[in-house]
């Protein structure tokens, strides 16, 4: 069984950026397309980028432009850099299998906070 573990979140600024990271070991985590989500509190869990096994990239029109998804397949590590944060951005973190393309196939880590506040 895979096991994710997400880091990389903080509290910054707006307009600051952070780089989150996932790493998972178990099982091959590089042969899935991948995703991060994100929920905040009181709303649901949204995918906001995904990366396909090839690299091929995809994001929520929300952070289109600012965030960029990659992933080191050697590592079974998948990165998102987010650039000019906005406080919209605030919330906990997490990646998994693309829903649409595996379902969400392993179990969720405990996601990694980040809060854009001044």
């Known amino acids: 069984q895979v096991q994710l573990v997400e880091s990389g979140g903080g509290l910054v600024q707006p307009w600051g950026s952070l780089r989150l990271r996932c790493a998972a070991s178990?099982?091959?985590?590089?042969?899935?397309?991948v995703a991060w989500y994100r929920q905040a509190p009181g709303k649901q869990r949204e995918k906001v980028a995904t990366v396909t096994r090839g690299g091929n990239t995809n994001y929520a029109d929300s952070v289109k432009g600012r965030f960029t998804i990659s992933r080191d397949n050697a590592k079974n590590t998948v990165y998102l850099q987010m650039n000019v944060l906005k406080p919209e951005d605030t919330a906990v973190y997490y990646c998994?299998?693309?829903?649409?393309?595996?379902?969400?196939?392993?179990?969720w880590g405990q996601g990694t906070q980040v809060a854009v506040s001044l």
């Open positions: 178990g099982s091959p985590f590089n042969i899935y397309t």
């Open positions: 998994n299998t693309d829903e649409r393309v595996h379902g969400i196939l392993f179990s």
